[in-house]
Nanobody
Framework: VQLQASGGGLVQAGGSLRLSCGAS????????MAWFRQAPGKEREFVAF????????YYADSVKGRFTISREPNKNTAYLQMNNLKPEDTAVYHC????????????????WGAGTLVTVSS
């Protein structure tokens, strides 16, 4: 399964962006999906999770209430709507698929996309 993340860019604090993650295979192959992010000099951290059916979601405390994860199984695509962005949200955002372990652990996913850069200016 190949994943392609898009939608990143430069935005001012308080602004919004919508990230997309397209998968090369149907949702039956991608399984549960998640977004992680990695800022320069920091470890990759969990952002949000959505299960195969789209009915179960989890969020990191730092983004809860501001970010929303969703998916469209028929389009093999997951989204991350990011509102009220803050400078500390600046990072490369990666989508992950096919959970094989813990939902909030990078080691818990089999497939990864290359990432898309989000830069939030103050």
């Amino acid at each position: 399964v190949q994943l392609q993340a898009s939608g990143g860019g430069l935005v001012q604090a308080g602004g919004s962006l919508r990230l997309s993650c397209g998968a090369s295979r149907p949702s039956s192959s991608t399984g549960d999906m998640a977004w992680f992010r990695q800022a320069p000099g920091k470890e990759r951290e969990f952002v949000a999770f959505v299960n195969l059916g789209g009915g179960t979601t989890y969020y990191a405390d730092s983004v809860k209430g501001r970010f929303t994860i969703s998916r469209e199984p028929n389009k093999n695509t997951a989204y991350l709507q990011m509102n009220n962005l803050k400078p500390e949200d600046t990072a490369v955002y990666h989508c992950a698929a096919r959970r094989i372990g813990s939902s909030n652990d990078p080691r818990g996913y089999r497939y990864w996309g290359a990432g898309t850069l989000v830069t939030v200016s103050s």
